[in-house]
């Protein structure tokens, strides 16, 4: 993509989430590649994360009447919205809190439906371009996220992915691995597909990879044109790992992608 096609207007949803905010403050930083907007359902918390933000809006993915003025002139969506569990009982003697989803945020809700409302509210708009943060682990109907109050998350969210690559709608799809609350910009990233990173990790490393670095991801997805049409998993290499060379190319890493789920 051409400087010239800069600064891109960038709306951010789930922006008051751990990702979200790093995105977002990844891309305030660069005022002259970028405009960006924020979407999420508590102004408090809004306030709490960011700070006072001009360009913050308040909506709700599960009613798409909300999401009409946030997306108007935007080049780019960036989705970071997630069902989120919660504790729903009392822990039998030794075991862990149970969990689950209140009603009306259930992983259908807001994975498929809340992210179904997102893109053809996008569409109406006129974006060029979504960027949808997701999770390994959606070719696994067995996994145990999908456990999680009966919620089946991650095949919602695959299905959600699925309607996005048939939107029409350019469309890059990262599947991070598990998340760390670790600096970034230190590790080697590795780039794979239908969970084969998580079925047989190279050299056996953790399936994980910093959310700075999955941020940064994200924008460079809207910076380089190889990323366009491209649906991939993604973890790193331990931040020692002596093999590691740290990721700076991002262009040929999303060359190593390919299209489709």
Known sequence: MSTSAFPRTVLVTGVTGR???LVFQKLQAQPEYFTVRGLGRSPEKQQQVLGEQSTCFVGDIRKPETLVEPLRGCNVLVILTSAIPVVVGQPEPGQRPPLGF????MPEDVDYHGQVNQIEAAKVAGVEQ???VGSMGGTNPDHMLNKIGDGNILLWKRKAEQYLIDSGIDYTIIRAGGLLDQPGGKRELLVGKDD??????PDGIPTSIPRADVAELVVWAIIEPQARNKAFDVISKPEADPTGTVTRDFASLFSQTTPGL
Do not use: H, M
């Open 102 to 105: 209140l009603t009306g945020e």
């Open 196 to 201: 084969q990173l998580l079925i047989e990790p």
């Open 130 to 132: 979504i960027i949808l």
């Open 19 to 21: 990702t979200g905010s």
